[in-house]
């Protein structure tokens, strides 16, 4: 089993900045990647950025791209998601997700509004 637990979210105001991180525990040692989604109200959830284990490769979604960083510490095995010049359409719940040969964890989710 794994267990996620985000926290890092907020209210923050448009062109600012948050940095969400997932705390991760259990059976991560073979993880195949890390993954950020949203969901905003009303819509479907969204893949936002990923990580990948073998190659540290990232990718973002285009409307999240050069404004979001995806990084993870494997000392911590924490996974982090630095969100630069917000817009109010960033707005959702921010769920962290890990792909191991077991399954497909996910977390609770954190709130995060960008709102003047």
């Known amino acids: 089993q794994v267990r996620l637990v985000e926290s890092g979210g907020g209210l923050v105001q448009p062109g600012g900045s948050l940095r969400l991180s997932c705390a991760a525990s259990?059976?991560?040692?073979?993880?195949?990647?890390m993954n950020w989604y949203r969901q905003a109200p009303g819509k479907e959830r969204e893949l936002v950025a990923s990580?990948?284990?073998?190659?540290?490769?990232?990718m973002y979604a285009d409307a999240v791209k050069g404004r979001f960083t995806i990084s993870r510490d494997n000392a911590k095995n924490a996974l982090y998601l630095q969100m630069d010049s917000m817009k109010p359409e960033d707005t959702a719940v921010y769920y962290c997700?890990?792909?191991?040969?077991?399954?497909?964890?996910w977390g609770q989710g954190t709130q995060v509004t960008v709102s003047s």
């Open positions: 990580i990948y284990a073998t190659t540290g490769q990232t």
């Open positions: 997700n890990c792909v191991t040969p077991r399954g497909s964890y």
């Open positions: 259990g059976k991560t040692d073979s993880w195949h990647g």
